[in-house]
């Protein structure tokens, strides 16, 4: 009795597996090369030619979207912030991908001298904190993290609140009688990190749902989709 | 027609990346990468359904480590794989049920406080991978690779 050949094709897909598994463990950069070839660039992407328009046209689209590189360059460049003896500049790699979550994945690690707890600042703005290092690389939970709770301060009188974090990151748990208003800086006051970096700034304010705390809604000058540069603490 | 299908998958599996990376830069997140691996389940044999898998599972990894998140991600097309085996319902019934079980699954294991709370966005992260789930149906459906 023969023995049952193995089709060619699961050979080649057995092959296919071995190599993208050796890829997911050692090699995951190449993951994130693939991902930066598919996501459009930062800040809008090139202009496409048409199949029926001219040459004069399509030099012209071309010259656009060049102009509209250096634009975007100019900018990555603009928010490159200068590095302090006690900071650390480091580009995001990549993203959470799904909903729910807000994490980063900057290009510097415990090689570096970043430790999990260090603040991350984008424009001198609080962003998230290192959540895990590696020796490379670290993963930033930033404030849009639904998991994040940090304590901070609100306005000049320095309100106590809890900061809730998601895709629309609110302060919670401030007293009833504090008085807060529209136009408030809220910074940082939570341990390990630096007191009074700010994070936002307070746009409205309301009544909890159980009506004994106020609480702030935020807004923030910056899309953390498009930050790609960021300050760490050492 | 087995290369044709392949290449096919290829294609679809590269473009929800596409899609999905596109619509994350604007701050909003459709699993359309999940929603495509749930549907080869139906269409394709374990081996090259496990490719498919691990190709989306590196694209989509956002750290140097292979995250219980991650997991989970690569779990659910192979658990939608044996589904199909056993049940081996209507592919045209079983891969919506298979696309809606597959994204709370993920959502309950990730970030299970995050999504009682923000249900409007779990919904039109449904409705996105449905919608592109049905595009995959047709594509296969026409071109009679099943």
């Known amino acids: 009795m023969g023995r049952k050949r193995i089709p060619n094709n699961h050979w ?82 990549s993203r959470y991908p799904m909903n729910f979550r807000n994490e980063l994945l900057v290009n510097v690690g415990s090689n570096d001298g970043i430790a999990p707890g260090a603040a991350v600042t984008f424009q001198g703005m609080l962003l998230g904190q290192v959540e ?21 301060r609100v306005g000049s ?50 009544t909890s749902g159980d009506s004994f705390f106020q609480q702030a809604t935020l807004n923030f000058p910056y899309d953390v989709n498009n930050v790609e540069t960021v300050l760490i603490t050492k | 027609m087995l290369r044709l299908r392949s290449i096919l998958a290829i294609l679809i599996l590269l473009l929800a990346c596409a899609l999905q990376f596109w619509f994350a830069s604007a701050g909003t997140f ?18 090259e359904l496990l490719v498919f898998v691990l190709f989306g599972v590196l694209v989509i990894n956002w750290q140097p480590v292979v995250s219980t998140d991650i997991f989970i991600f690569g779990i659910i097309p192979i658990a939608a794989y044996a589904f199909h085996k056993v049940f081996s319902w209507s592919v045209w019934a079983a891969a919506p049920v298979a ?16 999504f009682f709370d923000n249900w409007e966005l779990l919904l039109f992260d449904l409705l996105g991978g449905l919608v592109f789930g049905g595009f995959i149906f047709l594509v296969f459906d026409r071109l009679k690779l099943s």
Do not use: H
Not at chain 1, 132 to 152: G, H, R
Not at chain 2, 30 to 47: C, E, Q, R
């Open chain 1, 12 to 93: 080649a897909a057995a092959a296919l597996i071995v190599i993208l598994a050796l890829l997911i463990f050692f090699a995951p950069s190449y993951g994130w090369t693939i991902r930066a070839w598919l996501s459009p660039m930062p800040g809008g992407g090139a202009a496409g030619a048409g199949a029926s328009q001219t040459d004069d046209q399509n030099l012209t689209e071309e010259n656009d979207a060049l102009k509209a590189q250096l634009a975007t360059f100019a900018v990555v460049a603009s928010e490159l912030p200068t590095s302090t003896p006690d900071t650390v500049r480091a580009m995001v790699y």
């Open chain 1, 132 to 152: 895990t290092v590696f020796s490379d690389t670290a993963l930033v939970q930033t404030i849009f993290d639904n998991a994040l709770k940090m304590p901070v």
């Open chain 1, 157 to 206: 009188a320095g309100a106590d609140g809890l900061l809730q974090g998601g895709s629309d990151p609110i302060v919670g748990s401030i007293a009833s009688n504090a008085a807060i208003e529209p136009g408030d800086v809220v910074y940082s006051a939570a341990p390990g990190i630096p007191y009074a970096l700010p994070i936002a700034q307070v746009v409205a304010t309301g």
């Open chain 2, 30 to 47: 459709i699993n359309f990468i999940l929603a495509t691996l749930i549907v080869f389940a139906f269409y394709f044999d374990i081996w």
């Open chain 2, 99 to 114: 696309i809606v079980c597959g994204f709370i699954v993920l959502y309950l294991a990730t970030a299970p406080a995050a």
